[in-house]
Structures are given as structure tokens and as C-alpha cells.
């Protein structure tokens, strides 16, 4: 078992002023695989004095000079790629095979996108009479979570130093590993002492410690709805700008002259993909009534088929989810979902199995109404709730009668006809058919989704203050 005593700050290795350190555990084997630093308050200091000291130097670097750093990071996660999927794997349970897919490659991307983007963005423009100029805030707080732990830090760590900012991030305490990784990477690759810097710990001591510092410029978090709610509340002591990125309930329509054989497995896969642990997941299936039967056979059969098993198992498509913690919240909403009146399609799991890990056999609940819990509340885990409706009108309200608003997705016969439609769900990003992901696209939510956007030209625009010049 690995031990790891120190953060990264200001371009060194230095131990934690404590001396408590936070277990990592395996959960497809509910081992402890290593044990990593807790920071305090007086680590939080240490790394925002480091990188307000690092701000103006960085502020002040050539673009050309700062996209460099950020592609020579690229090329370190990508040399090490083999060696993080195996981390992130191990830490948080994705199969192989999807952390080498998609843990990796998208965080390799952000690095790689955001020294392209921010090469070619206009930081001046003229308009109506004045100058506008483009400047980074100064020193960013990053608060990560473990779904997808690398990709999470990349989105704000990458665009925020492109943009010319200092960075301190907090990683989830799930999973601390791969942030070690970067923080080798960030080394290697020689960015300045400051620039990028790693506390460990908890969002209660470290998570906290950065909302509220009074040198962090703005607090950019990714996690659930509470703890965003509570780092709100924190930065608004000193005023400090807010981007949240939290959950999501996002309803997927299959309008009445959708390919059911070709929307419906991909709409299983888009509930389901990394075992339902993600914020963007299309949890709810709209389905014109008259189809259900229908939709629920092809949807029987494409869940009952997902491969469920070893995350080191190269044929695994879901392996266990993140924690115990994670599959005791997910098993509950599986009971809640039974006890309320949903029908189990398939799956319906609401013990731990006897064979120990985090595991949660993928489910598929229908007649899901409104007034259901797992109609309202994320879950976050491999379940998907089939919602029947009439009317396409009724398939929207049905869409929209949810306190987020982080994704959608349409299916229909006519590319047109569902582009009508997706203007009417009120979320952030909606896939039409089978629109895969645009990476550069802006990712963020409307209502409790969060706040700002991330990725591409308007995740760069997140992490700059707009100042204007007269005369
Ligand atoms: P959290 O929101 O608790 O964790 C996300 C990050 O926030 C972690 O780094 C966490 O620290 C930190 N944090 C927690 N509390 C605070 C606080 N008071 N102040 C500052 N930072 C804090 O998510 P959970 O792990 O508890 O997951 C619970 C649910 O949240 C999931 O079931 C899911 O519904 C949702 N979620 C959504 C995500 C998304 O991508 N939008 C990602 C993860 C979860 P620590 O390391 O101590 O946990």
C-alpha cells in the first residue's frame, strides 16, 4: 500500500502540517490501496499565498509561452496514460476500458484544446468607443469530485491557467491518486513554482478553507447540489465569483416517429455509462405511451446484456460504483423507487451483494410519474426511469418539471422536428439522435445545475474579467 504525506505547493512536494492521513479504497474489492495527506486550513494557506505570489508573472507570460506548458502537460498525461487508467480505475472503479476511452483522453484534450483555444482568442476587442480588455482574475479555487476525477480538475485547472490565472485544487478524497499524477506532470513539464498547486483532504476542512479564503479570486466547483449550495455561501463572504457545476435529472424524448432499435440502446448506454455516475446522464426516458411495451423490451434486453463485472476485465463495460457510500445511496433509491410504486423492468437490486464491492446491478424502472422520488432526486447510479406521456406538449412539461437543468436529448424520425423540441427543454446541452459529445461545446446547467459554463472558448471566458478602457 502506497502512502503519500505531502501537496503540491508552489512547485515542491511539502508535508502536510498535520500528520492524519485519509484511506483510498479499492471499490470493486473493498481494499485500501493507499493512504494520502489530509490537508487543513493552514495547507490552503500556504498554496494561495504560493499562487497569488506566481499570479502576476503568469498573468504577464506570452500566450504562445503559456499554451506551450499546457501542451507539454498534454503530452505527459498522454505518456502516462496507461498508468493513470489503472489509477483511476483502481480508485473509483471505471472499467479499463472506459478510463482508457474517456478518463484519459478527456483530460488529455482539455490541455491540448485549451492551449489551441486560447492561442487563437481575441483578449482586446473594440466596441462602441471603448476598449475591451480580457484579464484573468488571479487565483482560482479548484473543488473536484470523483466521477470523473482527472477530466473534473482538467476543465477548470487547464482553461484557468490558459486564461492566465494560479490554480489551488482540492481532488475528491475518493480519489487522490491521479491528482498526484498531474501534479508530477505539471512538474516535469516545469510551469513556474505556484502556478498549479494540489491541497489533499476533505470539503469540509480543505473545501471549505478555499471557498472562503480571502485571496482566492473565484471558487470553481464540481460535485453535488448541497455542497455547491455551501460553497456559495462561503465565497459570498468575500464576494468571489461562483462557477458550479452540480447535478442533473435530464430527461431523454423519444418522440413518437423515433427508430425505437437505434434510441433505445443508445438511450440504455447514455443513462448508464460509467455506471450512472454522471452528472450529464439522460436518467429519464420519455416514451409516447402507445410504445412503452415496446421500449421496454428493447430495453430489457440491452440492460440485461451489459457486461457488469471486474473493472481489470477487459470485456467489462460497468464495473462497481465509486464507494459503499455511493452504492448505499443508489441501493436506497432503487428500494424508494419499489416502494413507491415504479415498476421494475429489470434489475431492481436493493442489497449489497454477498460477494463484497461497491457493485449495483443496472435497473430499469417504468410508469415513473412525477411525484416519484427517483422522477425529482439524482441518483447516481446505473438506473434509468421510463416515463410515459400522450402528447408532445405533455413529453416537454414532463421534461421541464425538474429543479435542473444540465442536459436533454431528443430522438425523432426528423432531425428538424427535434431540434424544435430540444429548444424547449431547458438545460444546458441537448443531443439530437445520436449527436455523440462536442468537446469544445459549452458544458453547464440551467437552474440547480449550476452556474458558468466549462470547456472550449466559453469554459476560457469563465476564468477572465471583462474590463473596459474609455478615451
Ligand atoms: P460532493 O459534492 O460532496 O463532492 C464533490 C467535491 O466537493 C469533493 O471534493 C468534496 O470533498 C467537496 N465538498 C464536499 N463538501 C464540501 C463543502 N462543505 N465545502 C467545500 N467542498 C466540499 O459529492 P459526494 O461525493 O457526496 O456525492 C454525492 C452526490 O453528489 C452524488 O450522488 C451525485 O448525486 C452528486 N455528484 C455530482 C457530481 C457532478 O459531476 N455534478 C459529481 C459527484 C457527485 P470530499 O473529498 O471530502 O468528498
Redesign the pocket.
Known amino acids: 500500500m502506497r502512502t503519500h504525506k505531502d501537496h503540491y505547493i508552489n512547485g515542491q512536494w511539502v508535508p502536510a502540517t498535520g500528520s492524519s492521513l485519509l484511506p483510498v479504497t479499492n471499490p470493486a474489492t473493498d481494499e485500501i490501496i493507499a493512504e494520502v495527506a489530509v490537508g487543513s486550513a493552514d495547507d490552503v494557506d500556504r498554496a494561495v499565498a504560493a499562487a497569488r505570489a506566481a499570479f502576476d508573472g503568469w498573468a504577464a507570460t506570452p500566450v504562445s509561452e503559456r499554451a506551450r506548458y499546457l501542451g507539454a502537460i498534454a503530452q505527459g498525461l498522454t505518456e502516462r496514460a496507461d498508468e493513470l487508467a489503472k489509477v483511476i480505475s483502481s480508485e473509483m472503479g471505471s472499467p479499463l476500458s472506459f478510463a482508457r476511452a474517456a478518463q484519459v483522453p478527456l483530460p488529455i484534450n482539455s490541455f491540448a484544446q485549451s492551449a489551441t483555444i486560447v492561442t487563437e482568442f481575441d483578449f482586446e476587442q473594440s466596441y462602441r468607443g471603448s476598449t475591451i480588455v480580457r484579464e484573468p482574475y488571479g487565483v482560482i479555487g479548484a473543488?473536484?469530485?470523483?466521477?470523473?476525477p482527472l477530466h473534473?480538475i482538467a476543465l477548470k485547472a487547464a482553461y484557468g491557467m490558459a486564461a492566465g490565472n494560479t490554480v489551488v485544487v482540492?481532488?475528491?478524497?475518493?480519489t487522490p491518486l491521479n491528482a498526484i499524477i498531474l501534479a508530477e506532470i505539471v512538474e516535469a513539464a516545469g510551469l513556474p513554482a505556484g502556478v498549479f498547486n494540489v491541497v489533499f483532504?476533505?470539503?469540509?476542512e480543505?473545501?471549505?478553507a478555499?471557498?472562503s479564503h480571502p485571496d482566492v479570486d473565484l471558487v470553481s466547483?464540481?460535485?453535488?447540489?448541497?455542497?455547491?449550495r455551501?460553497?456559495s455561501e462561503?465565497a459570498s463572504g468575500t464576494v468571489k465569483r461562483v462557477s458550479l457545476?452540480?447535478?442533473?435529472k435530464s430527461p431523454n424524448i423519444l418522440l413518437d416517429d423515433a427508430d425505437l432499435n437505434a434510441a433505445v440502446p443508445a438511450a440504455v448506454q447514455a443513462a448508464m455509462i460509467n455506471s450512472g455516475?454522471?452528472?450529464s446522464a439522460l436518467t429519464r426516458l420519455l416514451v409516447p405511451r402507445a410504445k412503452l411495451a415496446e421500449v421496454e423490451g428493447i430495453a430489457k434486453a440491452v440492460t440485461e446484456s451489459i457486461a457488469v463485472g471486474d473493472p481489470t476485465d477487459e470485456t467489462t463495460v460497468l464495473g462497481p460504483l465509486s464507494s459503499r457510500?455511493?452504492q448505499e445511496?443508489v441501493l436506497g433509491y432503487i428500494r424508494k423507487g419499489i416502494d413507491e410504486g415504479a415498476r421494475v423492468v429489470t434489475g431492481g437490486q436493493t442489497e449489497p451483494a454477498e460477494a463484497g464491492g461497491a457493485y449495483v446491478q443496472p435497473t430499469v424502472f417504468s410508469d415513473v410519474t412525477p411525484e416519484m422520488t427517483i422522477h425529482r432526486e439524482?441518483?447516481?447510479g446505473p438506473v434509468l426511469a421510463i416515463e410515459p406521456y400522450d402528447t408532445e406538449e405533455e413529453a416537454v412539461a414532463i421534461a421541464n418539471d425538474t429543479i435542473y437543468g444540465l442536459a436533454g436529448g431528443v430522438w425523432s424520425g426528423s432531425t428538424e422536428r427535434a431540434q424544435q423540441v430540444a429548444r424547449k427543454i431547458r438545460a444546458g446541452q441537448i443531443a439530437v439522435n445520436d449527436a455523440g459529445m462536442n468537446l469544445d461545446a459549452p458544458f453547464g446547467g440551467y437552474k440547480q445545475s449550476g452556474i458558468g459554463r466549462e470547456a472550449g472558448q466559453f469554459g476560457l471566458e469563465e476564468f477572465l474579467e471583462v474590463k473596459s478602457i474609455q478615451g
Open positions: 473543488i473536484t469530485p470523483w466521477n470523473y473534473q482540492k481532488p475528491s478524497e475518493n483532504g476533505t470539503g469540509p480543505v473545501g471549505e478555499i471557498a466547483f464540481t460535485g453535488s447540489t448541497r455542497a455547491g455551501r460553497v462561503l457545476e452540480l447535478g442533473g455516475q454522471t452528472c457510500t455511493q445511496r439524482e441518483i447516481f
